[in-house]
T-cell receptor
């Protein structure tokens, strides 16, 4: 069974402060991990994928297989980063995608 | 980019009636579509995986006869909530897998359907 855990329901940070949204996973095979973002009243959209190793909107995430983690980081939070963030794991060539419970990021001006 | 259209965006129905939600991939062929349910302030719960031309695969605890899924074409999957009850009230989201997409993004989401059962 595959599982994704996001321990924080809400994370509040001041503008300009560093951000780290935690994600841990459980999967016996080689996982494909993602971060999705949902801005207020908008649909879910892909933020980044671990294989691409890109930095999107200043966010990065590194897959740590030893710790089974895929934490999302940004050095300086901006107000427009306020949103719901979901960590997700895909297996079997996207035959199954499991989401974490999500973390609401609130950036305080 | 690829677009997934989900309709209706919200629906209110009486208890005991059935409601159909459509999920369409507008500019790609989706061999696989997923249906999720999202409770307030909770995660997306995968309900079922829908493969074109075959029966849907339901997650444990999801009633097949309650949530009928039909994936009759490569661009359309429907979820029918049969004999809806107030406890079925929720936000339902579909996503479609585009096998032809590049590695960065293969999964595209609909905008969701808010179902309220009175």
């Amino acid at each position: 069974a595959q599982r994704v855990t996001q321990p924080e329901k809400l994370l509040s940070v001041f503008k300009g402060a560093p951000v780290e949204l935690k994600c841990n996973y459980s999967y016996s095979g080689s996982p494909e991990l993602f971060w999705y973002v949902q801005y207020s009243r908008q649909r879910l959209q892909l933020l980044l994928r671990h294989i691409s190793r890109e930095s999107i909107k200043g966010f990065t995430a590194d897959l740590n297989k030893g710790e089974t983690s895929f934490h999302l980081k940004k050095p300086f939070a901006q107000e427009e980063d306020s949103a719901m963030y979901y960590c997700a794991l895909a297996s079997g060539g996207y035959q199954k995608v499991t989401f974490g419970t999500g973390t609401k990021l609130q950036v305080i001006p | 980019g690829a677009v997934v259209s989900q309709h209706p965006s919200w629906v209110i129905c009486k208890s005991g009636t059935s409601v159909k939600i459509e999920c369409r991939s507008l500019d790609f062929q989706a061999t696989t579509m997923f249906w999720y349910r999202q409770f307030p302030k909770q995660s997306l719960m995968l309900m079922a995986t829908s493969n074109e031309g075959s029966k849907a695969t339901y997650e444990q605890g999801v009633e097949k006869d309650k949530f009928l899924i039909n994936h009759a074409s490569l661009t359309l999957s429907t979820l029918t909530v049969t004999s809806a009850h107030p406890e079925d009230s929720s936000f339902y989201i579909c996503s479609a897998r585009n096998p032809a997409a590049n590695h960065n993004e293969k999964l595209f989401f609909g905008s969701g359907t808010q179902l309220s059962v009175l």
